[in-house]
């Protein structure tokens, strides 16, 4: 189970939210390529890369820095999200090197666009699905949607999806650990392999996530708690490899 290091991105700054309000936003640095190479010299794996002003505003507003670090960082897988809601901005990112772009807003809002992606770049598709009791929530997490995140999961596992990205929004940012029990039903009965968001707090959170990774989670997003020093990631990442056994 990868433990990869998220780097949000608002107004070129590396920045951490509570619960998505970008009112209540913390800096930490203005240099996102240093900031990379701080994970990547840590042991990190995967970077998470999220554009918070594309997310808001519908389309890519710190792509140069997503560029950049793509860039200095060519061997490292990168997954990217925030306001990708046109072919046109999934290649660029692709062109640019990233590995993965996170459809989020519009997948929800367009199911079938998930679908016309995943056949125009098979492989390279992330569904980020945010949600609040268990519903989806849109538009930077603004909107809480009626539909209900496992049924939307199943809907994209026969569409070629490569995983989903699950954030529990009540708890982003809160240092308040991870949803355990909804992440691993998300696994279990959407169908697709899960990326853990929202709460991954210390060693205890990696270590409940490797006990029921076997459902299908493939690895925990972690922002805050390795800002703020609860997580280190090099330590996260070997204690996941002894739990795993070398196992995903």
Request: charged share 25%.
């Amino acid at each position: 189970m990868l433990v990869i290091p998220a780097i949000d991105l608002k107004d070129g700054q590396c920045v951490r939210l509570k619960q998505g309000r970008m009112e209540e936003s913390t800096s930490y640095g203005d240099d996102p390529v240093a900031m990379a190479g701080r994970w990547v010299e840590a042991g990190a794996r995967r970077l998470h890369l999220v554009d918070l002003n594309g997310a808001f505003e519908g389309k890519p507003v710190n792509g140069e820095a997503v560029t950049a670090i793509a860039r200095a960082y060519p061997n490292l897988p990168i997954q990217i999200g925030g306001g990708i809601r046109s072919a046109d901005t999934i290649e660029h990112y692709l062109s640019a090197g990233v590995s993965w772009v996170i459809i989020g807003t519009k997948a929800v809002k367009e199911p079938e666009f998930v679908g016309e992606m995943c056949r125009a770049f098979p492989g390279n598709i992330i569904v980020g699905l945010d949600a609040k009791d268990g519903y989806v929530a849109t538009d930077g997490w603004a909107e809480v949607s009626s539909v209900k995140a496992i049924e939307l999961a199943k809907r994209f596992a026969n569409d070629g999806v490569s995983s989903i990205v699950y954030t529990d929004i009540a708890r982003d940012g809160m240092m308040q650990g991870v949803n355990v029990e909804a992440t691993a039903a998300l696994a279990r009965e959407g169908g697709l392999p899960v990326i853990a968001s929202g709460g991954v707090t210390n060693l205890d959170d990696i270590e409940a996530l490797c006990k029921v990774a076997d459902s299908g989670i493939l690895g925990a997003i972690t922002g805050r708690a390795i800002y703020e020093g609860s997580l280190d990631v090099r330590e996260a990442q070997r204690l996941s490899d002894e739990l795993r056994g070398g196992r995903a």
